[in-house]
């Protein structure tokens, strides 16, 4: 292989890294809300 087929190789497997340790890894802030019930006031009614 070149080292231009390599190096898109490697963005497209970081990329996907980070797809899946964003979906694992969960927000501090929702946690906290997880057992309250929340309510969303819009501004347009």
Known sequence: MDA?????IFIV???????????IKKDKCLKDFRDDTVCLELLNG
């Open 13 to 23: 497997l970081s990329a996907l890294v980070a797809v899946v340790l964003r979906k």
């Open 4 to 8: 231009a087929a390599i190096t898109i």
